[in-house]
């Protein structure tokens, strides 16, 4: 793990990360089950989660919005 990483930052000097809260994901799947069940797991760590139902829909909102991470099934 990068110690600059934007993703993560550290928790104390024993090397320990946490998730930073603030990072917007983006999660593409076209399984509602799964969007909603990986939409609660995110929000719980406090991640701000956007949903997209394919790719088409994911491209879209990747060149209108800013993601830190995306996530896809493939």
Do not use: H
């Amino acid at each position: 793990i990068d110690k600059d990483s934007k993703v993560l930052s550290s928790t104390n000097d024993k090397n320990e990360y946490e998730i930073r809260p603030d990072l917007k994901v983006l999660v593409v799947d076209d399984n509602a089950i799964n969007q909603k069940l990986i939409k609660k797991l995110m929000e719980k760590t406090n991640l701000t989660v956007d949903q997209a139902f394919d790719g088409k829909e994911a491209l879209g909102k990747v060149k209108e919005f800013y993601y830190d991470l995306v996530f896809m099934d493939i």
